[in-house]
């Protein structure tokens, strides 16, 4: 199974939308809701998803620059805002234009082991820097900087397993 997360701006606001495919089965959740289906890609490279209560959903779905995704469906066409979490964060963050003054905890977002911590105390960093790769659930996960900043504090420990929402290190001004 693979899963895919995805932040959306839109009019209502920020919202997480995930995206479960396994083979042609594809599940996803958005505002709470989960909604299921069957998958095909169509031979002149539309997508045919055929929902659990029976309604079918049919069209093209087309990357653009800039997190955009163009969806065209029938007659409609129109573009949806969507970023990995990663990207949404750096572009929306208060402080990724210029470092700020108050200090950032990073903390881990689901339990798992610690594989490589790739910064120390003291060392400045860009904003997307590497800051250390966290193993849960059989992959690699690289946790980077929010922001500009120095280093403020390392508590994490290559080889040391950590909860969800164990303090990883803190990122400071600049």
Known sequence: MRRYVFVHRGPGGVEEIQVDLDGSRCVVVRGGREEGGEMRRLSDGRVSVLLDGGRQICGRVRPLRDGEVEVAFGAWRGRVALADPLHDRLAHDAFSAGGGDAEEEIRALMPGRVLEVAVEPGQAVEAGALLLVLEAMKMQNEIRAP???????????????????ALLATLGPV
């Open 147 to 165: 922001r500009a900043g120095r280093v403020a504090r390392v508590e994490a420990r290559p080889g040391i397993a950590v909860d969800g929402g």
